[in-house]
């Protein structure tokens, strides 16, 4: 795979068209978090994208396979929205979902900055788990990261002698 390959073409989405019998429902859920957490775009019932590069498409056909293994039928497409309107949307979709949870991750971190040291150092784990998950399907970065990143590094320089503070600029690690 070269460089080109690996990032998102502009214009360029990967659709995942899927229907999976209503009974048992296990599949449904197991296909509906699989989905979320890879953070795409609802465009109708049973009609999901994401930016089109060689990661986001093995994704959903990997997932197009568990679905035919679950007795559904499911395709994935490649397309381009018809116009700059219906881009804008998707990817406004995208970057509103991930303004949401970066939201939640900014105010976990400024209560996680009340609890003592142990709790503390706890909740910055999970926090820096949640940031790593939540930057893995954020194709359009909202304002909201910016928010959430200086949230997390607020948290871990509470701990840190002042000497030790990490650069601001760095990802929280």
Same mark, same amino acid.
């Given at each position: 795979m070269t460089d080109a390959e690996d990032r998102p073409q502009q214009g360029e989405w990967v659709l995942l068209n899927y229907r999976l019998p209503r009974e048992p429902s296990t599949p449904r859920i197991t296909l509906w978090r699989r989905l979320k957490k890879l953070g795409v775009a609802q465009l109708a019932d049973g009609v999901v994208a994401l930016p089109a590069d060689a990661r986001?498409?093995?994704? #959903?056909?990997?997932?197009?396979? %568990?679905v035919v293994e679950w007795g559904g039928v499911a395709g994935v497409w490649l397309a381009r929205p018809s116009t700059a309107a219906q881009e804008r949307e998707l990817a406004g979709q995208i970057a509103a979902a991930r303004a949401d949870e970066y939201r939640e991750l900014?105010?976990?971190?400024?209560q996680a900055r009340g609890l003592d040291p142990a709790g503390r150092a706890q909740a910055l784990r999970r926090l820096r788990n949640q940031w790593r998950q939540i930057t893995r399907?954020?194709?359009?970065?909202p304002p909201e990261r910016d928010i959430?990143?200086?949230?997390?590094? @607020? #948290?871990?320089? @509470?701990? %840190?002698?002042a000497a030790e503070r990490r650069d601001s600029g760095k990802v929280p690690q």
């Open positions: 986001t498409r093995e994704q #959903l056909e990997w997932l197009a396979e %568990e900014a105010a976990a971190a400024a399907r954020d194709f359009f970065p959430a990143h200086a949230a997390l590094s @607020d #948290l871990a320089a @509470d701990g %840190e002698p």
